[in-house]
């Protein structure tokens, strides 16, 4: 693995999988300031493969296929991320078109995407496990940018201009930290240097988004043609900055990120046959992280399923985890986050996140190592520290 910095200040790693036939490649550009209106930057990252002022969309498109490149822009939370896979032997062309893309993209088709958006924002809505998610985001996150959720796009995209989203995408890159990870069997030769030397210098620019306030809301949702009821529980909890980190990602496993040996399966499913699905999730921002508890489940057993949450939270938070049970979700946790790094694209993508949160390249064995040290005092003193009585709940019933 070499690290080095462009000329322009983009931290870049070069990782040598030998006898791989394809390339991977992940760019990600941190996020300082707030969207204006919600969705704008979704808007933004869709138009980004919609044509340049060296290609049309078509052409793109024509370009890609004919070479098997597999090329992306997604839009996170804190960063943009811009990702290719291709052939060892089209890597500068590969480059090249995303170089292209990045510093020349004309937005042109702006009307056309909002339209595409709505639609597909709309239909997704249709499902309950999406409503009652969008309504959690939103809660949790509640006037702050991390919950701009889907309902919160359709009731602001009206609002969004041209101009707005081709004016936050040059802030973005001229503001923006930027790393690069490129993983393969590929002979680099200053590639990076001539394609991404060119961006704009990346700056160490203070976020001017602010931390989310912590909020107790209960919230509840009609929907007439729902089958089951819906409930997420969350809270606002560390983030990978945090000396928690891996105690949160192991009481994920714990509770109910494992199948069917999670606590939370075992009690509610198994054992009281409340639902099918149940289980839990830590999810990551640079200035908060949520950690929520969800299931679905007959309206009859709303209560029931809720008093069970809260079964389990008191117990992990004052019963230590057994020595087995914590030796097994440590081993589960690293096994995860070995299989999650399988591919050279897994790599590249996983290294350039770990490095635009700010932590090293090569962070994912730190966290192994930190994990491997927690103990069950750690799981008891996090869990009283974060599963407070200042959660989110919401509710989607018939």
């Known amino acids: 693995m070499r ?13 040598q999988n030998i006898d791989t036939p394809r390339a991977a490649l992940t760019l990600n550009i941190l996020i300082n300031d707030e969207e ?24 793109l ?75 959690f985001t939103k809660s949790i996150y509640k006037n702050h940018f991390y919950g701009h959720s889907y309902t919160e ?17 040059k802030r973005i890159l001229e503001t923006g930290r930027k790393s690069v990870v490129l993983v393969g069997d590929v002979e680099e030769n200053g590639l990076l240097e001539k394609y991404l030397g060119i961006l704009p210098i990346s700056t160490e620019n203070c976020s001017n988004i602010k931390i989310p306030v912590v909020v107790k809301e209960s919230a509840e949702l009609i929907k007439n ?6 409930i997420i529980q969350g809270w606002q909890v560390g983030t990978i900055n945090d000396n928690e980190y891996p105690a949160l990602m192991l009481l994920n496993i714990i509770l109910g990120a494992s199948g069917l040996s999670s606590r939370l ?20 921002h640079l200035k908060s992280s949520v950690f929520s508890i969800y299931i679905g489940t007959e309206p009859s057993n709303i209560k029931t399923s ?44 996983s290294m350039a996140y770990y490095s635009i949160m700010g932590k090293s390249f090569n962070y994912r064995d730190t966290v192994i190592e930190m994990i491997k040290n927690v103990t069950s005092e750690d799981l008891m003193a996090c869990a009283n520290k ?13």
């Not at 890597?91 to 088709?109: G, M, R, V």
């Not at 796009?153 to 936050?168: A, C, G, P, R, Y």
């Not at 499913?269 to 990551?284: D, F, M, P, Q």
């Open 386 to 398: 974060y599963f407070t009585d200042d959660y989110v709940l919401v509710v989607l019933k018939p």
């Open 265 to 284: 399966f075992l009690e509610l499913r198994e054992k009281k046959g409340l639902a099918y699905t149940v289980r839990t999730s830590y999810e990551n």
């Open 36 to 59: 204006k209106f919600a969705g704008e930057y979704s808007v933004m990252s869709r138009l980004l493969l919609k044509g340049t002022t060296n290609f049309s969309s078509e052409e």
């Open 225 to 230: 043609d729902a089958n089951q009821a819906q």
């Open 61 to 135: 498109s024509v370009m890609l296929d004919e070479n098997a490149i597999e090329l992306y822009t997604e839009m996170k939370s804190d960063y943009i991320r811009f990702r290719f896979v291709c052939l060892n032997e089209d890597f500068e062309k590969a480059l090249s078109i995303l170089s292209d893309i990045i510093l020349n993209s004309t937005f042109k088709e702006f009307d056309k995407e909002v339209v595409k958006l709505k639609g597909e924002l709309m239909a997704e809505l249709d499902s309950a496990k999406v409503k009652v998610s969008d309504l």
């Open 3 to 15: 690290e080095f910095i462009l000329t322009n200040g983009i931290k870049a790693c070069i990782k």
């Open 306 to 349: 809720i008093d069970g949450f809260k079964a389990e939270i008191d117990k992990i938070k004052n019963i230590p985890v057994g020595e087995e049970e914590l030796h097994n979700a440590k081993n589960n946790l690293i096994g995860k986050q070995q299989f999650i790094s399988e591919t050279n694209s897994q790599q590249a993508n």
């Open 153 to 169: 796009i359709l009731d602001n995209i009206d609002n969004i201009t041209k101009e707005d989203v081709i004016n936050s995408y």
